[in-house]
Structures are given as structure tokens and as C-alpha cells.
């Protein structure tokens, strides 16, 4: 089981990543509209559309990373409280009855919109310059997909919680800035008095 969770998520986070250099394209695209707008008068008729594609290509990827690291928004005032084997029972549950048909409906339906957009060689129908979008309804399957995968390591981590009582968690791979720059001080403290 442990292998199937490290391997689930080193998926999640090598998508998480590779995709979150969208963010850049976006702050490019989105900077060269804000110029030809402004200064030459001449706005393009493709920046809109386009943005809109790569930041839910960036949210959807990311979904399965931010699962594998315990990042989505959860209302734990009284979770928290309660000791990994009974918080994992009650996401075993969860995970079953809610995230899975959930996760299936968005990959069947995805698959539809899809395939039907990929036949037809969809086109926004907001931009006069016809941006396709058959690539970005794709983008719909692939994150139900690495979502399934993910889902399936974190049932996985329950069990395994409800037998040791205690989780398993992943690889930290991001942190905080202030907490890095916090462990700097505090090694730069550790080193100017012995």
C-alpha cells in the first residue's frame, strides 16, 4: 500500500507541477493584453479566453497534488479533535459514498464533452477570434483521471491510519516562506553562539 501512496502521489505532485507554470504564461499573456490595451488602443480578441483556459487547466491539474497534500478546505473544528483512527473511519466513508461518484461523474461526463468537442472541433463562442477548446475540456478527463488515482491512495492512507492510528503523510515538498525564513534565523542564531 505504501508504494501505491508514494507512487499516487509523485503523479499528483509532478502534474501539480508541470502545470503550475501556467501561472507565469498566464501573467504573460495577461501583461502583454494590459499593454496593447492600454498604450497602443489595439486589444487582442483572444487574451480573455485564453486566461480563462489556463487558469482551470491549472486549477483542475492541481486538484489531485492539493488532495495528496491535505490542502483542499475542509470544516475540521471537531475533526481535528479526534484521534487519526477515528478521523480516518469517518474519511474511509466520505471517500466511498461522496469523493468516488463524484470523481466518476466528472470523468463520464467529462469524456462526453469531450469527445463531442474533440468531433465538432469546438470553438469559445465568447471570442471573435475562435479560440478552440477541445484542449481545455480534455483537461476535464485527465484531472477526474489523476483525481481516481489519487483517491485510491488516500482510501489507502486510511486504512492504513485506522490500523496504526496514525497517518501517513506526504513528502513535503513546499513550504511556507515565513517558516523558511524563520529556520533561517533560527540557524543563523544556532551558528553565531555555539
Not at 461518484?101 to 477570434?129: C, D, M, Q, T
Not at 492512507?157 to 533561517?184: G, H, P, S, Y
Amino acid at each position: 500500500m505504501i508504494g501505491f501512496i508514494r507512487f499516487a502521489d509523485s503523479l499528483s505532485a509532478w502534474f501539480g507541477k508541470a502545470f503550475a507554470w501556467l501561472i507565469l504564461l498566464m501573467a504573460f499573456g495577461t501583461g502583454y493584453e494590459v499593454i496593447v490595451r492600454y498604450l497602443f488602443n489595439n486589444p487582442t480578441a483572444w487574451a480573455l479566453d485564453v486566461s480563462f483556459m489556463m487558469y482551470g487547466t491549472l486549477f483542475m491539474m492541481g486538484g489531485a497534488y492539493t488532495l495528496s497534500r491535505g490542502g483542499h478546505v475542509r470544516g475540521d473544528f471537531l475533526y481535528r479533535l479526534w484521534e487519526p483512527r477515528n478521523q480516518a473511519r469517518v474519511d474511509l466513508v466520505l471517500y466511498i459514498f461522496f469523493f468516488f461518484p463524484g470523481v466518476l461523474a466528472l470523468i463520464i461526463s467529462g469524456w462526453k464533452y469531450a469527445e463531442r468537442s474533440w468531433r465538432f472541433g469546438e470553438v469559445s463562442v465568447n471570442s471573435p477570434a475562435g479560440v478552440p477548446i477541445y484542449q481545455f475540456k480534455t483537461v476535464i478527463v485527465a484531472a477526474g483521471l489523476l483525481l481516481f488515482i489519487q483517491g485510491i491512495a488516500q482510501i489507502m492512507r486510511c486504512l492504513l491510519a485506522i490500523r496504526t492510528n496514525e497517518w501517513l503523510k506526504a513528502d513535503e515538498d513546499v513550504f511556507e516562506t515565513e517558516d523558511l525564513l524563520m529556520q533561517r534565523a533560527a540557524e543563523a542564531e544556532k551558528d553565531a553562539h555555539p
